[in-house]
């Protein structure tokens, strides 16, 4: 068995992503490589087929490293729901919660889960390539640490650390993260990877030579910005990636940014889709001219609900609907649309009033539903993932239902995520709003979403050929 953790100077400095190409390229290579992450903060999850929760991050990474996906991947998953306190999801199943001032100190079992994680995968497989969370230089967060040294040091793991440049200081932060580790952290440092480089690489080097030189660390390439590659983003840094690039002809959809966001990769679907233009805002005129208004998922949704109000954007959503403007809800979004919600588990708010736009009532309850979906709707197979508290009851028909959920008018409601990634779906879906709207809109023949997911996980996996020493690597980590 053999293993490498790849770290990062920050979040979102592209673990994920070199961790994702790796895994691919040893897998061409036909070495038994399986990725691991000890711990995700993340509001983005995936359910497995025994219908265990994982960050999105690792479900794609196991795509490209060809293996099942399963909780050992991801063995503890924190879900925020306010900015102290988060869910806890261990192996896959929710595990009460972990307040802001228990983090530094409270977190011995989620380090026994997560260590005995990894012993399986690797008494399992040729290869572990593992992924840091945040930054290793965290020291205020070492002591009891997991995910990033504590892992390396518990495991002998030797450790390379990512650095992205288009954020600027790339230097001064690899330089930082190697000089607030102590000496016996440090030991197990081997090199570095610079992400998101633009324009000719022989300008940096005389920069990289020297941190080499007073470091020792070795530079093992410069990864260039990749504009046509998007991985599942595992934080928030992520969610407003999508911008309009649109023309008159494209269909618009607004997607309202809640304060908490969850599973916003439904997104990466739509804006797939070519001549649809997706935004994700927070700004009401913008949600109230868009052809389609998304309510996202939210783990938050009494609170996000209370935003909605506070910004005036439920004021913009009652508006569409007594216009019959297409309205979506998805998950926390479906349930916000409801005549009521009782949570005496996420918020414990008690009994809360709904937009009132959808003949639902919503109960939080202390079990929590992950499950793949599969189904139909106007003959076309449909499919994704279900992961909540809430259950939803219907106090009057509705006039169609929708993958589990309804329609009135043009309000649609489901509990399904990832269901947009389904292209027949997604086109089908898009059309009806188009003909709602009086859009002109088309959908295309292009290749299809999961072609499309597969074909950039080659791409990355070829650039970090083309632009760093893999075999470097991956001899390391053997």
């Not at 309202?256 to 009401?284: G, K, M, Q, W, Y």
């Not at 197979?381 to 959920?405: C, K, N, Q, R």
Request: charged residues 25%; glycine residues 10%.
């Amino acid at each position: 068995m053999s293993g490498i953790l790849i770290a990062g100077t920050s979040s979102d400095a592209g673990k994920s992503l070199i961790v994702t190409g790796l895994c691919r390229a040893a897998r061409r290579r036909g070495i038994d490589v399986v990725p691991f992450k000890a711990q995700n903060m993340s509001n983005n999850s995936m359910v497995c087929a025994d219908g265990a929760e994982i960050g999105r991050a690792q479900y794609l990474q196991a795509a490209a490293a060809g293996v099942e996906p399963s909780s050992a991947l991801n063995p503890v998953l924190l879900k925020p729901g306010t900015d102290r306190r988060s869910f806890i999801v261990l192996r896959g199943r929710p595990s009460g919660t972990l307040e802001a001032g228990q983090y530094a100190t409270g977190r011995a079992v989620l380090a026994k889960a997560a260590w005995a994680a990894y012993s399986e995968l690797a008494a399992g497989h040729e290869l572990v390539i593992c992924e840091g969370a945040g930054s290793p230089a965290e020291i205020n967060l070492r002591v009891g640490d997991y995910t990033n040294m504590g892992l390396a040091r518990r495991f002998n793991l030797p450790v390379v650390v990512v650095g992205d440049i288009d954020r600027g200081g790339v230097l001064a932060s690899i330089y930082g993260t190697w000089a607030l580790l102590d000496d016996a952290d440090r030991e197990l440092l081997e090199g570095y990877l610079i992400n998101k480089f633009r324009g000719d690489a022989g300008i940096l080097a005389p920069g990289l030579d020297e941190i080499s030189r007073r470091t020792g660390l070795r530079n093992f390439g410069v990864l260039p910005f990749l504009a046509d590659v998007w991985l599942d983003g595992e934080d928030s840094l992520t969610v407003g990636r999508w911008r309009p690039n649109s023309t008159s002809e494209d269909l618009r959809v607004a997607v309202v940014r809640l304060p908490r966001v969850s599973n916003s990769t439904d997104i990466d679907a739509l804006a797939f889709e070519p001549d649809v233009s997706v935004e994700v805002t927070t700004d009401p005129k913008i949600c109230e001219r868009a052809d389609l208004l998304v309510l996202p998922g939210s783990r938050a949704t009494v609170d996000d609900l209370a935003w909605l109000r506070e910004r005036g954007i439920a004021e913009v959503i009652s508006k569409r609907a007594r216009q019959n403007q297409p309205i979506l809800g998805i998950c926390g979004g479906y349930q916000m649309l409801a005549e009521r919600i009782d949570d005496e588990h996420e918020s414990r708010a008690g009994a809360v009033a709904g937009l009132g736009l959808l003949p639902v009532h919503v109960e939080f309850g202390a079990d929590k539903v992950t499950s793949l979906t599969a189904g139909s709707w106007r003959n076309v197979p449909a499919g994704g993932y279900e992961i909540h508290h809430g259950i939803m009851s219907w106090t009057a028909e509705p006039d169609e239902v929708f993958l589990d959920g309804g329609r009135v008018g043009q309000i649609w409601g489901t509990m399904w995520h990832g269901a947009f990634e389904r292209d027949e779906f997604r086109r089908v879906f898009l059309s009806e709003i188009a003909a709602a709207t009086g859009s002109s809109w088309q959908p295309s023949r292009t290749p299809g979403f999961a072609a499309a997911r597969e074909a950039m996980i080659d791409r990355l996996a070829d650039s970090l050929e083309e632009n760093c020493d893999v075999s470097g690597l991956l001899e390391l980590a053997r």
